[in-house]
């Protein structure tokens, strides 16, 4: 099964910082990566998809970038409603893999 | 409004059957895979496998295989997931989730979560 490891597992950041969230591949995924956002108590959301497709009503300040084994999702400019764990999914092939979560908490 | 509705919260004993369930609305049911994840208190995510409503194709993580049976009933518009015998460490809350497939695959609506509680 391909391993996806995120980093780091948790974050400090203020609103307005500018916040990047990795995830690599134990092998290449071309661009079949998704990010998703969880917030405490709720079911995780699709942010995006395609590695760097942004779903449809999702701020603009989301983006993701990457292909192969390296992905980031950045968030340009934090705002309050961020503060949340965001995991990345492959599905390149099964079994579907997430990689392990980051903790963004507020500094 | 294209939702996904689960069962409620299930308090169980090790040993008993459980099958909970996920309704599917506002759009055509048998065209989208439907996936179980599971997150156990505290935890990450971990796709449990998926279900192509359509023909009932699945596929199951390593992890989940033989511990969980996944169906779906098209007539009702409802995906399952479902244990013959619980153990303590099936406690955790379990998400559906409607998967678009081609020409990028994601988890693009989910179900509000049931929790499954199992008591030793």
């Known amino acids: 099964a391909i391993q996806m490891t995120q980093s780091p597992s948790s974050l400090s950041a203020s609103v307005g910082d500018r916040v990047t969230i990795t995830c690599r591949a134990s092998q290449g995924i071309r661009s079949d990566l998704g990010w998703y956002q969880q917030k405490p108590g709720k079911a995780p959301k699709l942010l995006i998809y395609a590695a760097s497709s942004l779903q449809s009503g999702v701020p603009s300040r989301f983006s993701g970038s990457g292909s192969g084994t390296d992905f980031n999702l950045t968030i340009s400019s934090l705002q309050p409603e961020d503060f949340a764990t965001y995991y990345c999914?492959?599905?390149?092939?099964?079994?579907?893999?997430f990689g392990g979560g980051t903790k963004v908490e507020i500094k | 409004e294209v939702q996904l509705v689960q069962s409620g919260a299930e308090v169980k004993k090790s040993g008993e059957s459980l099958k909970i369930s996920c309704k599917g609305s506002g759009y055509s049911f048998t065209r989208y895979w439907i996936g179980w994840v599971r997150q156990m208190p505290g935890k990450g995510l971990e796709w449990m496998g998926t279900i192509f409503p359509h023909d009932s194709a699945t596929r199951y993580s390593p992890s989940f295989q033989g511990q969980v049976t996944i169906s779906a009933d098209m007539s009702t518009t409802t995906a399952y997931l479902q244990w013959s015998s619980l153990r303590a460490s099936d406690t955790a809350m379990y998400y559906c989730?409607?998967?678009?497939?081609?020409?990028?695959?994601?988890?693009?609506?989910w179900g509000q979560g049931t929790m499954v509680t199992v008591s030793s």
């Open positions: 999914l492959q599905d390149y092939n099964y079994p579907l893999t």
């Open positions: 989730a409607r998967r678009i497939v081609g020409p990028h695959d994601a988890f693009d609506i």
